[in-house]
């Protein structure tokens, strides 16, 4: 499995509309409710595990990402979505510069090593300058998509 096989074109957001953390996440969690990946009624259950992850620590990694990310029992497989902010978004990281790209993803419960497999993986691509400057010129998220698919885009 690589992070191309967790995103389709429907669950990437070219330019998010949200300026700060808590929107942001909100924005990317309801788009994976109306892409049928979480189920409305467990939409503020999932939003809880990713407030009470982002509380701990925030999860804006530097180098303008930010991968927040939790467990929960609402989701049956990993889910994830893909959202880019051209202007930045505000969102606490560790270098304090704006988040342009925020790779959001839930993993079910107890699955602790895929949960730590998903994060470096996308850490590790995204960490990478030419991906990220090929992800801030993609004109469409579909070409989003292909970066994700076609760097390989680490496996988890």
Known sequence: MTLGNLLTVDQILPEMKSTERWSAIVELVDLLVAQKQVKP???????????????????????????????????????????????????????????????LFVVPKDQFQTHLRTLAAIAKFLNDRNVRERLGTAVSAGEILSIFENDGAGKP
């Open 41 to 103: 009624a467990d939409r503020d259950i999932v939003l809880g595990a990713l407030r009470q992850r982002e509380e701990t620590m925030s999860t804006g990694i530097g180098f303008g990402i930010a991968i927040p990310h939790a467990s929960s029992d609402r989701v049956d497989k990993v889910v994830a979505a893909f959202g880019r902010s051209m202007t930045g978004i505000e969102f606490d990281s560790l270098d304090n510069a704006p988040v342009k790209f925020i790779v």
